[in-house]
């Protein structure tokens, strides 16, 4: 029994470490320091694995429980970017205009039947009756590696739009569109973001749809995942190879964050901002874009907030943030097997 606590001691300070580490993040630049950003991938497992360290050492009645309960009570404020539990959507005030946005990575609608290759034209009749029935009265829509955009607003009921330059995101809205313009990476002519300023309701909001630099890891992750031999070098090897990719194109969306929150800044209107960030909440991009931001997530989610339909578990990538100017009502994720994202539905109010 001895050596069994023992380990149990040992495993429990790892899942400590990894937490702490997972904590600190959201703070750290991974342009000049990556490793937080790539422990923080595996914070749904640390959390879990300190959660059922206190239940385990406090049935034994010991000591040890002292080690993972501080640790979960000092991100208490974090842990609502992972896990929500919401009392439902709230109804909007006499005063409160009422806008519906959605983002959702459709992934060139390729999971959307039929399969077969060219019938595109099936494959948006198909995507839009799923929209008019599980997601009706769009306001907003963030569609990121998306073709036909211009069509699918349409048959919506969304004739304007904006697609972005260089890029597959489109801004789909009820609304009109003002202006609009295409966000760059540094030292790049690939666009990250559109930008649009959209006259609804006798006001005028700027809306950013995002894309934020893919980590390009999916498909090799997925086969690991499918074929795991962890006695083989080359499995970890393969390991190494995909965490550095995740380092350093995390590194490049923290750089984006940047630019975006100046971008921001400089806003004469209410911002919403949604789309695929391609990075967890735990991240720096996440930190730096959503500061100051109603995330429709923590404000009224439920449960896991789990965005990635693929095989690598619990990731949350894809958000809806919005100013202070707008109320959260209501988030949904429903699970759709269009994608490899599940959409993500916001309904705002507007002061």
């Given at each position: 029994?001895?050596?069994?606590?023992k380990?149990?001691?040992?495993?429990?300070l790892?899942?400590?470490?990894g937490l702490f580490?997972?904590?600190?993040?959201?703070?750290?630049?991974?342009?000049h320091?990556s490793?937080p950003?790539?422990?923080?991938?595996?914070y749904?497992?640390?959390?879990?694995?300190?959660?059922l360290?206190v239940l385990l050492?406090a049935?034994?009645?010991?000591?040890y429980?002292l080690?993972?309960?501080?640790?979960l009570?000092?991100?208490w404020?974090?842990?609502?970017?992972f896990v929500?539990f919401?009392?439902?959507?709230?109804?909007?005030k006499?005063?409160?205009?009422?806008i519906?946005?959605m983002?959702?990575n459709?992934?060139?609608l390729r999971?959307?039947p039929?399969?077969?290759?060219?019938?595109?034209r099936e494959?948006?009749?198909?995507?839009?009756?799923?929209?008019?029935?599980?997601?009706?009265?769009?306001?907003?829509?963030?569609?990121?590696?998306g073709?036909h955009?211009?069509?699918?607003g349409?048959?919506?009921g969304m004739?304007h739009?904006?697609k972005?330059?260089?890029?597959?995101?489109?801004?789909?809205?009820r609304?009109?569109?003002l202006?609009?313009?295409?966000?760059?990476q540094?030292?790049s002519?690939?666009?990250?973001?559109?930008?649009?300023?959209?006259?609804?309701h006798?006001?005028?909001?700027r809306?950013?749809?995002?894309?934020?630099?893919?980590n390009?890891?999916?498909s090799?992750?997925?086969?690991?995942?499918?074929?795991i031999?962890?006695?083989?070098?080359?499995?970890?090897?393969?390991?190494?190879?995909?965490?550095?990719?995740?380092g350093?194109t995390?590194?490049?969306?923290?750089?984006?964050g940047?630019?975006l929150?100046?971008?921001?800044?400089r806003s004469?209107?209410?911002?919403i901002?949604?789309?695929d960030?391609n990075d967890?909440?735990?991240s720096r991009?996440y930190?730096?874009?959503?500061?100051g931001l109603?995330?429709?997530f923590?404000?009224?989610?439920?449960?896991?907030?789990t965005?990635?339909?693929?095989q690598?578990?619990a990731?949350?990538?894809?958000?809806?943030?919005?100013d202070p100017?707008?109320?959260?009502?209501?988030h949904?994720t429903?699970r759709?097997d269009?994608?490899?994202?599940?959409?993500?539905i916001?309904?705002?109010?507007?002061?």
């Amino acid at each position: 029994m001895k050596y069994i606590r023992k380990f149990g001691f040992i495993l429990n300070l790892i899942a400590v470490f990894g937490l702490f580490i997972s904590y600190l993040s959201p703070f750290m630049d991974p342009v000049h320091f990556s490793f937080p950003a790539i422990v923080s991938l595996l914070y749904p497992y640390f959390l879990i694995g300190n959660i059922l360290f206190v239940l385990l050492w406090a049935s034994l009645r010991h000591q040890y429980i002292l080690i993972s309960l501080p640790a979960l009570l000092l991100g208490w404020n974090l842990h609502g970017r992972f896990v929500q539990f919401s009392m439902g959507a709230a109804q909007p005030k006499a005063e409160e205009k009422v806008i519906r946005c959605m983002a959702y990575n459709v992934r060139w609608l390729r999971h959307v039947p039929p399969y077969e290759l060219g019938r595109s034209r099936e494959k948006i009749a198909h995507m839009v009756d799923k929209i008019r029935k599980d997601a009706p009265a769009l306001d907003l829509f963030c569609m990121e590696e998306g073709g036909h955009g211009d069509q699918i607003g349409q048959a919506l009921g969304m004739p304007h739009f904006v697609k972005a330059e260089k890029m597959s995101t489109w801004l789909l809205s009820r609304y009109p569109i003002l202006q609009s313009g295409t966000l760059f990476q540094e030292n790049s002519d690939r666009g990250f973001a559109v930008w649009a300023d959209v006259q609804m309701h006798g006001d005028t909001i700027r809306v950013f749809g995002l894309h934020l630099k893919s980590n390009r890891i999916t498909s090799e992750a997925e086969e690991l995942m499918g074929d795991i031999r962890f006695r083989e070098r080359a499995t970890w090897i393969r390991v190494q190879d995909i965490l550095t990719k995740y380092g350093n194109t995390t590194a490049v969306r923290a750089a984006q964050g940047r630019k975006l929150r100046a971008e921001m800044d400089r806003s004469p209107h209410p911002v919403i901002v949604f789309g695929d960030f391609n990075d967890t909440p735990f991240s720096r991009a996440y930190q730096v874009i959503q500061k100051g931001l109603a995330d429709s997530f923590v404000s009224a989610g439920k449960g896991i907030g789990t965005t990635y339909a693929g095989q690598l578990p619990a990731l949350r990538i894809d958000y809806v943030l919005a100013d202070p100017s707008f109320r959260v009502l209501s988030h949904e994720t429903p699970r759709w097997d269009y994608s490899d994202h599940y959409p993500v539905i916001a309904t705002l109010g507007l002061r």
